[in-house]
């Protein structure tokens, strides 16, 4: 009896020692992010915030710092259907559009589409910008502060790579307000996240490691939270979607918590588009207001054979 102990007892220790495994690993870390942007907001000018909210940027300072919740992303990449672009829940399918990313967001739905997948990578890494932004002050001049800035977002927030590596072209593009003006970022961002999606799915299907996904991941926990009813946002009114969840950074779901989440699931709690979308938000995102119409019928499933 005492050996039977002992070995329970040394199993718990072993079980505790043991290393956290991620399904899934991002690169894209809210928290962080959030903490640069904090100290960047205190030596910015006026003239520099104005430029960021010109080219649709500025709400991104204030994005909630969110835990990454990989056991919640993993569930949700198990749904998602590459065929459908969209995520199958409790029979239903749950389409993630770029409508939607304008509205989560604030980013116009206009301008010209770019892959950024097909884009040589070189030039400066996410990490060294990371250093450029800590070294900001209120001597640097306008046009720094912005290309650095500008820099930074796309780079650590919008596509981070497992590499580190940046697209050549978007570190051009941060030189110009002009050109980055000049792209629809709701589109891309989705185009990006669909091709990371379609990905992760094919590993899955083949069985294989899903190792680091890329891109902005984060999106996916305010699209669930938007989508699924069983989290309260602190501040429902504020626009883009994402800053009515600020106050819920501590949201987290463990590996067994997030899979029972998601499999017991009930038909009330899932909102099969965005809620409550009004015609003035639609518009100020030039989103389709159409698109967020009554929810489809549920998937029709296949009589067994």
Known sequence: ???AFTEIKFCSILLQMAPYYRPVTSRCYVSNFRAICDSFSE?????VQNSLRTVNIHQFMFFPAFQQNMPLMYELLKCWDSTEEGFKIKNHLLKFTTDEVAILTGLPNIRAEIIWHNEPLGGVLSTELKSEMAQLSRSTDDATML???????VSNLFFPLNSHKIPRRLVSIASSLEEFSSINWA?????????EFNRMATKLATEKPLGYINGFLPLLLVWFLEHINVNTPTNPDSRPRFLSWEGNTNIFYSSEKAAHLVATLKEKQILYVLDSVSTEEADLVH????SFQPPPSPLKQKSPE
Do not use: G
């Open 1 to 3: 009896m005492r050996f």
């Open 43 to 47: 030596v910015i000018s006026a003239e």
């Open 147 to 153: 290309k650095t800035f500008i820099s930074f977002i």
């Open 187 to 195: 589109w891309t961002l989705r185009e990006f996240l669909v091709n």
């Open 287 to 290: 989103a389709d207001l159409t």
